[in-house]
């Protein structure tokens, strides 16, 4: 349709996809397969019996707790700096096609790392698939390193101090920023508060998931314990016209996940996600997929939901495509590119 080519061809930033979320069951078949590891028992757990048995259980997922379940067991195939690489390239080829520019993307080393694969590996196999992307299509990409929240922070530390003795957080470095990840509602809020410090006294970029199904407090401490620049998700805003207010004067950028949260039953339908809201009160948003292989597509498909929902103007759409552009961690010129 008309709409769908004028979204399409909008030039599009993301700044929330997991790379571990871009992980098909097709491509988790064929790598636990070539790499010889088990997943789960068809016999006792059905879902893993074929990719088409595991999109029919993507289709009900009950909470955030319920789809990392999978998520964590899904990342379990990857291996090699190949499967890696190959993971990343699936991805930057969806979303080109579906018109992105510039892609600012996660990826959780705690969990490979304790399954005993190099931090290197993960590393080197992602940067591969981002320089691969730069060169074929001239997009812009950084690597953002999320620590995970159900794991202790002392690993987080680890982590981000090998990241820095590496030098992977400087000027050409594989690494651009730092961000929070996984269950919210449980670790302390505020559990990064010594790595997010150190990060800003370095100079390192910060974002942290808050508010998706945790109150605004956790929304506050993003802010104030980890002086964060960005909230990924920060939906849960609708419940504090107060920090609203706050985020709109701080230029806060939220990372917006329309699908996601219809997926993991933040809320009952697109048109709940508080998008009408954030325009009319000036907050400043990028719509981005999440973990698109687990919910169904990918950002053009969020973008359309939106459409869809909302039936926005033209002029609203180039709002919310230039204050993505203008949150982006990239370089003026770039940013000038792409407006
Ligand atoms: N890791 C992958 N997707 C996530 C989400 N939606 N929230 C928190 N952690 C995640
Ligand atoms: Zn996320």
């Given at each position: 349709?008309?709409i769908?080519?004028f979204?399409?061809?909008l030039?599009?930033?993301?700044?929330?996809?997991?790379?571990?979320?871009?992980l098909?069951?097709?491509?988790?078949f064929?790598?636990?397969?070539?790499?010889?590891?088990?997943?789960?028992?068809?016999?006792t757990?059905?879902?893993?019996?074929s990719?088409?048995?595991?999109?029919e259980?993507y289709e009900?997922?009950?909470?955030?707790?319920?789809?990392?379940?999978?998520?964590?067991?899904?990342?379990?195939?990857?291996?090699?700096?190949?499967?890696?690489?190959?993971?990343?390239?699936?991805?930057?080829q969806?979303?080109?096609?579906?018109?992105v520019?510039?892609?600012?993307?996660?990826?959780?080393?705690?969990?490979h790392?304790?399954?005993?694969?190099?931090?290197?590996?993960?590393?080197?196999?992602?940067?591969a698939?981002?320089?691969r992307?730069?060169?074929?299509?001239?997009?812009?990409?950084k690597?953002?390193?999320?620590f995970?929240?159900?794991?202790?922070?002392?690993?987080?530390?680890?982590v981000?101090?090998?990241?820095?003795e590496?030098?992977?957080?400087?000027?050409?470095?594989?690494?651009?920023?730092?961000?929070?990840?996984?269950?919210?509602?449980g670790?302390?809020?505020d559990?990064f508060k010594?790595?997010?410090?150190t990060?800003?006294?370095?100079?390192?970029?910060r974002?942290?998931?808050?508010?998706?199904?945790?109150?605004?407090?956790?929304i506050i401490a993003?802010l104030?314990?980890y002086?964060?620049?960005?909230?990924d998700?920060?939906?849960?805003?609708?419940?504090?016209?107060s920090?609203?207010?706050?985020?709109?004067?701080?230029e806060?950028?939220?990372?917006?996940?329309p699908?996601?949260n219809?997926?993991?039953r933040?809320?009952?339908?697109?048109s709940q996600?508080?998008?009408?809201m954030?325009?009319d009160?000036?907050?400043k948003?990028?719509?981005?997929?999440?973990?698109p292989?687990?919910?169904?597509?990918?950002?053009?498909?969020?973008?359309?939901?939106v459409?869809?929902?909302?039936?926005?103007?033209v002029?609203e759409?180039?709002?919310?495509?230039?204050n993505?552009?203008?949150?982006s961690?990239?370089?003026?010129?770039?940013?000038?590119e792409?407006?």
């Amino acid at each position: 349709s008309k709409i769908h080519s004028f979204l399409q061809q909008l030039p599009k930033c993301e700044h929330h996809v997991h790379l571990e979320g871009c992980l098909t069951p097709e491509l988790m078949f064929s790598l636990a397969a070539r790499n010889g590891v088990t997943l789960p028992d068809p016999d006792t757990r059905p879902e893993f019996s074929s990719a088409e048995a595991l999109y029919e259980r993507y289709e009900h997922f009950t909470s955030l707790d319920d789809f990392l379940s999978y998520y964590f067991i899904g990342m379990s195939v990857l291996k090699q700096k190949d499967d890696y690489e190959a993971l990343a390239w699936e991805y930057f080829q969806k979303a080109h096609a579906d018109g992105v520019h510039h892609a600012e993307v996660f990826f959780d080393p705690q969990e490979h790392i304790n399954r005993g694969v190099p931090y290197e590996t993960v590393v080197m196999g992602f940067k591969a698939g981002c320089q691969r992307a730069e060169r074929e299509y001239g997009m812009t990409t950084k690597l953002i390193l999320c620590f995970v929240k159900h794991l202790p922070a002392s690993d987080a530390s680890k982590v981000f101090d090998l990241a820095w003795e590496r030098g992977d957080f400087e000027l050409g470095g594989a690494l651009h920023g730092i961000g929070a990840s996984s269950s919210e509602v449980g670790p302390p809020k505020d559990m990064f508060k010594e790595i997010y410090a150190t990060a800003h006294s370095k100079g390192v970029q910060r974002t942290a998931h808050a508010g998706e199904e945790g109150d605004p407090s956790y929304i506050i401490a993003a802010l104030d314990a980890y002086k964060s620049q960005r909230i990924d998700h920060g939906i849960r805003l609708i419940d504090s016209p107060s920090l609203m207010e706050r985020v709109v004067q701080e230029e806060i950028l939220l990372t917006v996940c329309p699908v996601s949260n219809i997926k993991l039953r933040c809320f009952d339908h697109i048109s709940q996600v508080p998008i009408r809201m954030f325009l009319d009160a000036g907050v400043k948003f990028s719509i981005n997929s999440d973990d698109p292989a687990y919910f169904g597509g990918f950002i053009l498909h969020n973008y359309c939901a939106v459409q869809e929902a909302f039936g926005l103007s033209v002029t609203e759409w180039r709002t919310i495509a230039l204050n993505s552009i203008q949150g982006s961690w990239v370089e003026q010129d770039r940013k000038l590119e792409m407006e």
